[in-house]
């Protein structure tokens, strides 16, 4: 069983910055692929981005390249999203999934078995 807390989410004005920590235990981290997804109000959850169990590898969803960027460090165990040039339209709540599908698309939910609680990114205008 794998265990995901995530942390850093806040409200912050637009233009503005935050970083997203998701700390994990429970497995060896290597062996786990990481992702972020996002949830806004009165929509379905959607991918942001996700690395490969190495670091070597990162996807991001069209609507935040350039703008967002994965990373992890496997000594910390933890999976980071630093969010710049923050838009109203990022917020939402933010999920750290984690998964040992390595055979499935890692830009889906299904790939991932493991949820965090959420952490709530707030932009305004």
């Known amino acids: 069983q794998v265990q995901l807390v995530e942390s850093g989410g806040g409200l912050v004005q637009a233009g503005g910055s935050l970083r997203l920590s998701c700390a994990a235990s429970?497995?060896?981290?290597?062996?786990?692929?990481m992702g972020w997804f996002r949830q806004a109000p009165g929509k379905e959850r959607e991918f942001v981005a996700t690395?490969?169990?190495?670091?070597?590898?990162?996807d991001h969803a069209n609507s935040v390249k350039g703008r967002f960027t994965i990373s992890r460090d496997n000594s910390k165990n933890t999976v980071y999203l630093q969010m710049n040039t923050l838009k109203p339209e990022d917020t939402a709540v933010y999920y750290c999934?984690?998964?040992?599908?390595?055979?499935?698309?890692?830009?889906?939910?299904?790939?991932?078995?493991?949820w965090g609680q959420g952490t709530q990114v707030t932009v305004s205008s």
């Open positions: 690395v490969s169990r190495s670091g070597g590898s990162t």
């Open positions: 999934a984690a998964g040992t599908n390595y055979y499935s698309a890692p830009q889906i939910s299904n790939t991932y078995l493991y």
């Open positions: 429970g497995r060896t981290f290597s062996t786990l692929i």
